[in-house]
């Protein structure tokens, strides 16, 4: 159940509302988000809506949720739609492009791919300064001096950047040069950093974890919009499978499940989802037939170089034919929804 | 290894060519398919080619093979271009598609689907005659008698029926009533099924095990193909994972790598491969942008009322807008491989 | 719901039941097993008791059940105990062991192999004469004759044969030199296999799919119980899992929760189940202390020279340390329960 | 390659080291433990041993690791033993018992299972005071304040408590209070908390992701050993499979395949690997038999009321009983190495 108080409720209202449920035994949790007010109950128990009737601050009272329930559809009909600092959107039924190396390498490596979005006006980029490597002896990223280069170059040319947050100690660090903070699939469940996110004001990306379903997914993302945040966008990134003739199973099926069940935006990596750089235009094409709202793709100056996923890369003319190609092919699924 | 012998190789040039094989304590199998003759060497192991240079009757001999052999595209590069007994093809770059109800379940029924797959001009139509039930207790398809039933049908409007044998029992009866036979998931791993198809010359449809790797894949077609029969097609269907909101995970990787791993044309069924019903479309429209050479649809007059499957069958009108969403996605795609 | 009938239930009573049902429109299946005779019907649905009060001949009404029914421990509460032509028992309770090759190489093996089984007081010998490879140029097995050859030495020693059958056309050539019919993995949702072994009379051992559910493996026992024979043996063998140090996913979880389901015994199959022969004696310990009820184990007399699954089988040596310590840890795990 | 060098090394003899590796171009990691110091190379490349065969203050070089390195056994054969602050000892061939309730939930229950304990000669308790949940609205734990009561009634006894650390910022909140951290499943690749574990001196215990592999689970524990510390426990909990009869797939296969990897030692959690309290003790009996270091129990006092996984803890009769059971099945498997 959520109780979804008058935005103006005056204090003597909410404590009549809260002592009520108290006096019921009826667990719950207050939620204020940047748009609303809350009061939301476990799963599981739902309170007789005529408790209610008589008090006053309250809204709406809704019932019946899913496990989740901030993030849900069945809560919210509305699409939210995500703006970044600098503009640039990602929504329902539109389709966002956020390009980038896997990880920011060097300086000379920052021009370049900065000329190389601000040329295919694109406005969004990937780029991790902290990388969550298997190995500890792998490359671990340049760090918070790198991403300061980054977003000196990037915002000159107008364009956001997105990038991993490991810890909750690098968000107030990384939070002038970022437009929008990523979670990894490794940390998807680390809830201590979903929460200290949930009190940011920056949109998250959101990656499913290697093995998450989607209801995992959906809580992980109600614990950041719980504690206050409701600038989410939640990305299907390829789960783990018996298969390995490739690095994941790039789960599209995901995609119009997961815009059934949220109200939340929904982007693909198909870089990832496949792991195999002369498969991944297929794969990308494919996402936007499922209906995506955006896409993350891994673009490198030069994938056999590159310190961490180049197999999984694809170079600037092959990433300027797809962007292409995208944009042909979301304006077909367009003309089908007409 | 594959030695590739000449098709009029003489009967001297032969033994002695199996001759020097077994001096060499080489295991191997001779294969005769529809369109040629070969030594095939069990995998790991390779002979010096010199050991051949002076005998007679070898067109080629090709190194260095997967575990498949002679479905692999590293040994035969063209394409196999399949063609049903009622001049319909299954091809690469293609796309077919093959549509109808999950089972057969009544003669009223029959009428019904012919006629919307005719006005629809499709010329291939799926359903069950044997099916199989995990529950013994469930409906197990209208059996020989349907089949025959809905051939005078189907074939009085120029449509090739595909479906789905069981057992080697089967093969003799349904073979003047199918265009093409289809193994289903469960028998996928089904041998002594697979080498018996293999010694006819009826198009086989082989669907992906629930959980069987690409590489079991391929190998089950090699079971058919080394038996004598090249006119194979593949077919994704969704792979059993952890994730339960749906029946399966449609594995839409599988398409590209499939297609650089193999000559034989691969299609899509996304159907079994999301299980629900009003996502199909997306599904269906994403698996031809990954690449699939057609696909394997449910259709049913009434899903609400159909025997099994229903859940994830489309009507007729969704379908008649599926399929001319099919047909322009499909003109996209090919307009950008030219 | 099961009506289980009398035994020596009257045809009128009989066609008076099936009327009843009919006019209810209730779908149903007649079954008569070596023991009793039943109609039962389709999940999900369950009639009205009342509806039967007058009737004759019912000896019981069952509601309630599971989507499997016969195999149900819901309904039949008794554990059912498989008796070996050759007097070799496996039931509830119990611990059986079943070792030898996974495929018969020669009668040399033969003599060698059952002198090893004598010896260790083991009546009962596991051995593959028909093969299913993945590889269609992979060894398939001596066929039949070996077959023959093999009972000639175990008979002898009054040692029984459990091996695979992989076609409905091999049952009847296998049946007067088997104790029991093996149902490999591959062929566990074979239902026309399934349903032809039921309506014999010899032991099944029914191996679990690579990515069956427990539910999925109680519903092909089912098929062979609901076609007649109740003299069924489940086996866990492993499972697929995105794990690949192993070859497969030893589920032991699954032996106390199929023995709370069903009726039937369950063994284990620690050579499958883990794949590495050295640490089979760990496994195969561990599945006594699941509960395990008995043990398949591939024991060959020269591993490292095994044509088939030679890295996961132990050597004579090795296994016979291993029956001592099943022994001993079987004692234990009865003292648990006494 | 790991270059191990003298506890003792001069200054100038390590700049030779490093300056020769940096010469050659060659990644490194300069790794200080408790008990050693180390120059880690990254996987895939090895420098030629001669190049340092005129250098001082090198022990060894190890060569062809696996990508893992110091917590491999093929670096380091001798087993490491991990001694707890209040004696008690998790090692290579013991058998190790940690019990108590999923979540701390009230200062009367911390009595009750104190005195269970004590009265069991129990010496670890595992009791969570920070909970990871699914959802925002479940119990989330006591917090710092219950884990200092439950410390200073454990503490009275002797009992240590292994307690799941969350955050960083935790660290040292709760290093007074317990005897070993625990790293939970959905933290097992948050690799700054990992590393900021590494820098301590206490006990790690390591769960598996759920779904990590080995080779991902020994790269988690190199995070923490790389980091400096030492002292690691792993815990086999349950993996994520299809198969949904019970939470999770106890995978017990993982017991002897880590032992063989690693010199760290190696528990299992039954009440996670299957989840169905009525099954645990024939798993955790089963985990004994396949060679476990020692075992993580949920046992509370009255299971039905638990706050968190009451589904799968044990009262206390049970847990006595099973006790009493580990023990004769350890003694056994001690005999059977003797």
Chains 1, 2, 3, 4 share one sequence.
């Not at 810890?167 to 903070?181: C, G, L, P, R």
């Not at 990894?184 to 004001?201: D, F």
Request: proline share 2%.
């Amino acid at each position: 159940m959520i109780i979804e108080l008058q935005n103006n409720i005056s204090t003597q209202d909410k404590e009549a509302i809260l002592n009520k449920i108290e006096s019921l035994s009826y667990a719950f949790t207050e939620v204020i988000t940047q748009t609303g007010h809350y009061v939301v109950g476990k799963n599981g128990i739902e309170l007789d809506k005529a408790q209610f009737d008589t008090l006053g601050g309250i809204k709406h009272l809704h019932y019946g949720l899913s496990n989740y329930k901030l993030v849900s559809r069945q809560w919210k009909t509305q699409a939210t739609k995500i703006q970044l600092n600098n503009n640039s959107i990602i929504q329902d039924g539109g389709f966002s492009i956020i390009a980038g190396p896997c990880a920011i390498e060097s300086e000379d490596q920052i021009e370049t791919i900065i000329k190389h979005l601000a040329d295919n006006n694109i406005t969004m980029m990937r780029g991790g300064i902290f990388k969550p490597r298997t190995s500890p002896y792998s490359f671990q990223g340049l760090g918070l001096e790198g991403l300061k280069q980054l977003h000196n170059v990037a915002s000159s040319k107008g364009i956001g950047i997105i990038s991993e947050v490991m810890d909750i100690s690098q968000i107030e660090e990384m939070y002038d040069y970022v437009s929008a903070f990523q979670i990894g699939a490794r940390n998807s469940q680390n809830y201590n950093l979903l929460k200290a996110l949930g009190k940011t004001n920056k949109p998250i990306l959101l990656k499913r974890g290697i093995s998450s379903t989607l209801d995992e997914l959906l809580n992980s993302a109600e614990h950041i919009y719980s504690s206050g945040n409701e600038q989410i966008i939640l990305c299907e990134r390829g789960i783990r499978t018996y298969e390995n003739a490739y690095r994941n199973t790039f789960d599209l099926n995901a995609v119009p499940v997961l815009k059934e069940k949220t109200h939340l935006p929904i982007i693909v990596d198909p870089s990832h989802g496949i792991g195999i750089s002369r498969h991944i235009e297929s794969m990308a094409l494919a996402g936007v037939m499922a209906g995506a709202d955006g896409i993350l793709l891994e673009v490198h100056e030069n994938p056999a170089q590159a310190l961490s996923d180049g197999q999984q890369s694809i170079d600037f003319k092959t990433a300027e034919s797809l962007y292409r190609k995208l944009s042909a092919t979301y304006d077909l699924r367009s003309s089908f929804e007409a």
